[in-house]
């Protein structure tokens, strides 16, 4: 995508460029007539680039839309995937037969790919997976979000400066969007399956929860938890090129710096 925009651009450039041209050989009578078909030919070429444009943009969003729907659905099934593999692995547990048992759940743990564990929150809180131990990390598709070319250009060039959009887009996945979803799978998990120091992280996450009623929110304390260190000056920048794209939204509650995720 980043190709045919550049492309675009440049064909964008060669007809201005063209256009002044014809301002100057308007003036000479000669080619009075060659200017005007060449003018005629620039307004055409105009019109069907920008045509161009819009069939490319309504087909990636398109794509975007046929994507999402097939993530859902493979959400879906990696949820019903995990519940079996669980239910394999009590059986096994008592089984007679070990290790024959075992090796058909070692299959199935192959056939799952952690990448595509996508749920919803609720989702996840109806199904019995929340009262189970997971060893997964859930990545759930109430925070999925993408960051456009289009998008990133709206960032001033003193807000990014060496910045790079893939370099966001990984703070963003590996960071911001990691820490969403540990906070939220271990909130909604039953503390029985917890570990210690889980459960007191989902009292923490349950005594915050008044914070923002109905907004689903981090704080710099998790985002330092994912990062395994206080947050630096350069993830400042991240986060507010973040908030510039209205992906979060900062706020203060008591002592506790809270980053609200916006996107729907």
């Known amino acids: 995508m980043e190709n045919i925009i550049e492309a675009f651009e440049k064909l964008d450039t060669k007809i201005r460029n063209i256009e002044e041209s014809i301002t100057v050989l308007s003036h000479l009578p000669a080619v009075s007539d060659d200017v005007k078909n060449l003018e005629d030919f620039l307004k055409e070429n105009k019109d069907l680039t920008a045509k161009m444009k819009k069939a490319h943009k309504e087909h990636h969003e398109h794509l975007m839309a046929e994507y999402k729907e097939v993530n859902a659905t493979m959400s879906r099934c990696n949820l019903k995937m995990l519940y079996l593999l669980k239910c394999l692995e009590a059986k096994s547990e008592a089984a007679k037969d070990e290790p024959r048992t075992k090796t058909r759940v070692d299959s199935l743990k192959l056939v799952i790919n952690p990448n595509n564990n996508r749920v919803t929150i609720n989702e996840f809180i ?40 893939n370099e966001l887009t990984e703070f963003l996945n590996n960071v911001i969007i990691q820490a969403f979803n540990e906070k939220y799978q271990i909130l909604n998990q039953h503390s029985e399956v917890l570990t210690i120091v889980e459960r007191s992280l989902q009292n923490t996450f349950k005594q915050q929860a008044s914070f923002f009623t109905g907004l689903k929110f981090i704080t710099a304390v998790d985002i330092s ?27 203060r509650k008591n002592s506790y710096v809270c980053y609200i995720w916006l996107k729907s």
């Open 126 to 165: 109806k199904s019995p997976l929340s009262k189970t131990r997971i060893r997964t990390k859930l990545q759930f598709s109430d925070f999925e979000t993408e960051i456009t070319d289009e998008d990133f250009d709206t960032i001033s060039s003193y807000m990014k400066g060496r910045i790079t959009l």
């Open 225 to 251: 938890r994912v990062l395994d260190k206080n947050l630096e000056r350069k993830h400042d920048r991240y986060i507010q090129m973040l908030r510039h794209l209205n992906i979060l939204r900062e706020a």
